[in-house]
């Protein structure tokens, strides 16, 4: 187990601990993990993985080739058409050529997203659909996109950890991983511009305000961190990040998962980060380690 995943399998169960206290020893789960639970879920959804891409003919008429990518779809069954069936030869191609699209006909390629469509068409084919049907992420699939691009990056984030710890150069003794489900990584008396919503795990700059800027609580350290990496995840990337060793009276500027010296602060044993974030970015995750 890394530093990483140790670290957060004490939160973990910390937090276990302090919700078991809250709850009672008498209290018991109905499901004994997430993965059973969201199965329960889908066992009652029947039939609502089939899915279905409707595209008015309309759209292609006059056209050359239109493509359309289906996000959610992880299977192609088949294609139909709402109204009368058209008189004009209609062509799909999943990425193995063209074929005749005709009711019922079965796409080459049932695992591609994107499809490149051509059609001649007369004018009294304009008013029909062509349906593509397709089975649908199943519900445990269907995480949201912000969630999804936070655990992308830390992941990312704990392979680079990884990495370095197998070169004794650079070996990190510590880290800190914050998806803002609450304000305890931010330092409040600091922090100036921004407000952690907590329901929504997001760091956002207030209205009216050009820039925020959060600073992190200081880490009090046994030893003087000489190395940092830090990585995060926000709808534009455009955050600047700075680090501190003398508890913020003197700054470095930070370069996003890259491995920076910190060789150029005064000696110091207390962390601090601070990230300037422009109006109109949100922050959805912070990761840093340093040695």
Known sequence: MDIIAQQLAKRSKAKLLQLNSRLGSGVKATFPNVKNRIEAIESIQVGNNNASYRIPLSELYQKESMTYRIENAVELQGISFEGNTPTASIKIDTGEGYIQAIPESVLQNKFSKTLKIQADMTTQDLSGILIIK??????????????????????????????????????????????????????????????????????????????????????????????????????????????????????INLNSDTLMSLSFLPTGKSLKIKATIPAGTELYGLAYSWE
Not at 143 to 166: D, G, P, Y
Not at 169 to 190: C, M, P, Q
Not at 208 to 227: A, D, F, K, V
Request: hydrophobic share 35%; aromatic share 8%; charged share 20%.
């Open 134 to 251: 397709y089975k649908q992420k199943p519900l445990s699939d269907m995480v949201s996109e912000m969630e999804a691009n936070t655990s992308i990056n830390l992941a990312k984030h704990n392979l680079r950890v990884s990495t370095l710890l197998n070169k004794s150069r650079y070996k990190l003794t510590s880290s800190v991983i914050d998806s803002f489900s609450d304000a305890s990584g931010v330092d409040s008396t600091w922090s100036t511009g921004i407000t952690v919503v907590n329901s929504q795990k997001k760091v956002i700059v207030n209205a009216g305000s050009l820039n925020g800027e959060l600073y992190t609580p200081s880490e009090r350290l046994t030893i003087q961190p000489r190395m940092l990496l830090i990585s995060y995840v926000s709808n534009i990337a455009n955050i600047k990040f700075y680090a501190s060793r003398d508890d913020g009276m003197n700054w």
